[in-house]
Nanobody
């Protein structure tokens, strides 16, 4: 079991930066893929970013991003602290959504919301234009 608690959401202006974090409990965090989804009002949940559990180098992990956030968002993890963060730069009004932390990928498709076992309660990010 993994429990996830997000923090760091808020109201910012377009072009600003914001970081959201997720604290995980459970001994299996370091062996789980983790990621972020978001859901805007009236829209389906959308994949944002994911980071693999197995390092490919010293504290380096494979990362995956949705096209709308590539080059602007960065996902990172700290297994020693059981945390995952999403740094969001050059924010746009269309980034406004509730951001959910996820863990425990079942299968290969990290962009499929049904493939993730654990979800946080979400944190609101609002970008004013």
């Amino acid at each position: 079991q993994v429990q996830l608690v997000e923090s760091g959401g808020g109201l910012v202006q377009a072009g600003d930066s914001l970081s959201v974090s997720c604290a995980a409990s459970g001994r299996t965090f370091s062996t789980n893929h983790v990621g972020w989804f978001r859901q805007a009002p009236g829209k389906e949940r959308m994949f944002v970013a994911a980071i693999a559990w197995r390092p490919i180098g010293w504290k380096t992990y494979s990362t995956y991003y949705a096209d709308p956030v590539k080059g602007r968002f960065t996902i990172s993890r700290d297994n020693a602290k059981n945390t995952v963060a999403l740094q969001m730069n050059s924010l746009k009004s269309e980034d406004t959504a509730v951001y959910y932390c996820v863990a425990g990928l079942s299968g290969q498709d990290y962009s499929d919301s049904e493939a993730w076992d654990y979800w946080g309660q979400g944190t609101q990010v609002t970008v004013s234009s």
